[in-house]
């Protein structure tokens, strides 16, 4: 299923259209995830100047095997009811039951990437997520000086191994991911990781790692 999208180049100016991908079902079509995963899809390239850009739009993932269910929502932070009306309507024309599969809400194709890439390796988003938040601590004693922008969980195809990825204003960086991290997170936040929530979308991101840290210290106090 595609969908068209409006495109208006940055540097010159230039309008264009592109047909995109609506929804991926990763297996009956592995080469669109494969696309997905490469940067491809959300690429786009002016045909008047040349200048590259990362566009979003609205997508859906399916994973079939994995029991996972993605939806891309570039403009939910200002349009929540909207998109969770889309959402209800989405689950209720599906022809199998969601009741046991992991529903996500991601802001951008950054985030859905870093998602599939969570779930291919086996790993717990909601843990994921916390180790990211402790992470920045490191982080902040390593680069001082650097003002992060974001931060992803990240495969390292040179290694093999788990990493997140720092984007700051001037650079991309790897920091391992630490399993004493990981163990720490599933032994402090054992009651609220041994009840995950399936069959309802959810944001699972930075802010909700946050969020969960400060309900945890309030219940501390």
Known sequence: MTQTVNLTCPVCNHQSTRQVNAAINAKTHP??????????????ECEQCGAQRVINFQMLYHDPDQRLLIYLAPGYVNNKEQTLEILDDLKNRQPVSLDNYHLRIVLSGAELLEKIQIFDQHFNDYEVELVKLLTDGIFSKEKSGETVKARYFYMDPKSKSAKIMYTTDSQQLLVDFHQSLLDFVKNKFKKELQQPQRGEFQLVNYTWAIETVSKDTKKDQ
């Open 31 to 44: 080469h669109l995830k494969q696309e997905l995963l490469e940067g491809k899809t959300f690429l786009y």
